[in-house]
């Protein structure tokens, strides 16, 4: 099993740093305001908005290879020799979830950052 999260993890990071990149377009311009910073920089992240499709297909890409490799069958007979190997599972889930969940919000940040500006 622990070969598995050395698998897995890359892809679970790819996708947060697409969503990131896919998101900055949007979130970068709404947090320079917010914090009263020059507008001069907004131009910059602005750049990115044509290619956020991209960064999202490859966020969704990322985080689909990610959650095929995790083993989601459960393990009701775990032995004390496979102790630690679900222990490791259980918290390759849990990232999985909380970062494919950041990176929703992320991504979809084009939509609802519209309601605070």
Known sequence: MEGRSKKTSPYLIGGLV???????CCI???LLLATG???AWMSQMMALEPYQPLFA????GFFGIAGWRIDWSSSA???STDCQAARTSLHLK???????????VLITSTWWIQLFA
């Open 37 to 39: 910073l020059s507008a």
């Open 77 to 79: 007979e775990a032995t």
């Open 94 to 104: 849990q990232a999985y979830i909380a970062l494919s969940v950041l990176a929703l």
């Open 28 to 30: 970068g311009p709404f």
């Open 18 to 24: 697409t969503s990131v990149i896919a998101s900055v």
């Open 57 to 60: 297909a490859m966020t969704i």
